[in-house]
């Protein structure tokens, strides 16, 4: 994941001659969908993303961003032995449309890495002696993501994200949808700089 962040970097800084560097930072509300592991225990609470455009074309822009995001546990019908938090980190590389007739509107497309961070709090401090090393877990997968931004002001804007991820898993997992497969809508407000 590291070294995919670097070229990320390393591309919008060979791009970056360009006068017309333009950074925007987001704040959006994740919500999680489907029937998997994440869309049936988990709520979104806060996802903040940055993106920088790194090249200007007449049709497209192209650039990098990174977003991150926290996610709440959500089962509270019963008595759990820990409350699990889930954090992500998405960096990813995305196109953006430059429409001639919708100024105002960004169509994007990005494809990108997402790391899932699942750090748990046994509620039972004698399980958190026993089952110290097994509280923080980790998944990584490839992110696919679709976006449309509108213009409110010159600096302002809405947006609206869908997110899909698919986990990678090892072998004592079942291979099945419900363990690979992760989305994520996010809407929000924009202000670019």
């Known amino acids: 994941?590291?070294?995919?962040?670097?070229?990320?970097?390393?591309?919008?800084?060979?791009?970056?001659?360009?006068?017309?560097?333009?950074?925007?930072?987001?704040?959006?509300?994740?919500?999680?969908?489907?029937?998997?592991?994440?869309?049936?225990s988990y709520n979104g609470i806060i996802d903040i993303g940055l993106k920088y455009r790194c090249a200007n074309f007449k049709a497209i822009t192209v650039g990098g961003s990174v977003n991150v995001g926290y996610l709440k546990n959500t089962k509270e019908d019963a008595p759990q032995l820990a409350d699990i938090n889930a954090y992500t980190l998405q960096p990813r590389?995305?196109?953006?449309?430059?429409?001639?007739?919708?100024?105002?509107?960004?169509?994007?497309?990005?494809?990108?890495?997402?790391?899932?961070?699942?750090?748990?709090?046994?509620?039972?401090?004698?399980?958190?002696?026993?089952?110290?090393?097994?509280?923080?877990?980790k998944e990584f997968g490839i992110n696919l993501n679709l976006g449309i931004a509108y213009d409110i002001t010159q600096k302002l804007m809405a947006q609206v994200q869908y997110d899909f991820v698919k986990i990678n898993i090892d072998d004592t997992v079942p291979n099945i949808d419900y363990n690979r497969n992760i989305n994520i809508i996010k809407i929000g407000l924009g202000y670019r700089f």
């Open 1 to 40: 994941m590291r070294n995919f962040f670097i070229l990320v970097l390393l591309c919008c800084a060979s791009l970056s001659y360009s006068q017309n560097q333009k950074f925007n930072v987001a704040l959006n509300y994740p919500v999680t969908l489907d029937k998997n592991f994440v869309g049936q």
């Open 93 to 137: 590389i995305f196109a953006e449309l430059n429409l001639d007739k919708l100024p105002k509107l960004h169509p994007s497309a990005g494809i990108g890495y997402s790391m899932f961070i699942f750090n748990a709090k046994l509620n039972n401090e004698a399980l958190a002696i026993l089952d110290d090393e097994n509280q923080n877990s």
